[in-house]
């Protein structure tokens, strides 16, 4: 079993915001344990009120979308007979403003070039704008 930890809360407010302030800086609390297989956790992303988890299982990658209490609501994989196109380690998540995740294909465990891809994966998320740091 892999587990996710995050020290913010997910709401419908699209600013992350500490669960209790009175919490030490540095403290980890499980959000979600990721059942193995597939298992192998590899990037996050938080959108409304989901985080968004790139699967990077070997023969078992894909996306696991999370609701705000560590529940998984659906888990987008591959196709039964092709187990490793078009997800093949996905590492990394972000998203555009038309309602899709983008993740990296990083295809560690295949090494195939031609899936070293950017997977633009409709997922109809348009629940918050971005969040942009305010970075001095």
């Known amino acids: 079993m892999f587990t996710i930890s995050v020290l913010a809360e997910i709401n ?73 196109f078009p997800y093949d380690s996905p590492a990394n998540i972000a998203f555009n403003k038309n309602g899709a995740a983008l993740l990296s294909n990083h295809a560690f465990a295949t090494g195939i070039p031609s899936n070293f891809t950017v997977l633009d994966v409709f997922v109809d998320d348009k629940k918050s704008p971005l969040v942009k740091p305010d970075l001095p």
């Open 12 to 84: 419908s407010n699209p600013e992350p915001r500490f669960v209790d302030a009175s919490r030490a800086f540095g403290d980890v609390q499980v959000l979600a344990t990721v059942p193995s297989p597939p298992g192998f956790p590899e990037g996050i992303a938080v959108r409304g009120n989901e985080v968004y988890v790139a699967l990077a299982a070997p023969f078992g990658s894909g996306i696991s979308i999370l609701r705000h209490d560590g529940t998984e609501e659906t888990q987008l994989h591959n196709a039964a007979g092709s187990p490793i």
